[in-house]
């Protein structure tokens, strides 16, 4: 009853930049956090940017300076504003959202993910 759905993904020129969203819906008691993780072809997922719902962030090093986490909490919305893209950049880059089912439970959910694709 959990579900994610993304956009804003596409293909850049270097130092271009692009804006992802990230909208949950369903039924859930409250939503904690929501993040941004990245998979390159033959790597590992990992961490581009979280933000929970009191406003604290992470960042990966690679992210830092060039990327921006923000939500809006009344519509259970995160995006990730990156500019400065580098070919490096390129991915599949996945919403995550950690929410709270019942006092007791918690669940992360992902979206479908959207390519993003940086040209030298």
């Known amino acids: 009853q959990v579900h994610l759905v993304e956009s804003g993904g596409g293909s850049v020129q270097a130092g271009g930049s692009l804006r992802l969203s990230c909208v949950t819906s369903?039924?859930?008691?409250?939503?904690?956090?929501m993040g941004w993780y990245r998979q390159a072809p033959g790597k590992q997922r990992e961490l581009v940017a979280d933000?929970?719902?009191?406003?604290?962030?992470t960042y990966a090093d690679s992210a830092k300076g060039r990327f921006t986490i923000s939500m809006d909490n009344a519509k259970n919305t995160v995006y990730l504003q990156m500019d400065s893209l580098k070919p490096e950049d390129t991915a599949v880059y996945y919403c995550?959202?950690?929410?709270?089912?019942?006092?007791?439970?918690?669940?992360?959910?992902w979206g479908q993910g959207t390519q993003v694709t940086v040209s030298s």
């Open positions: 369903g039924i859930f008691f409250s939503l904690n956090a």
């Open positions: 995550n959202a950690r929410v709270r089912r019942s006092p007791w439970k918690v669940n992360d959910y």
């Open positions: 933000i929970t719902s009191g406003g604290s962030t």
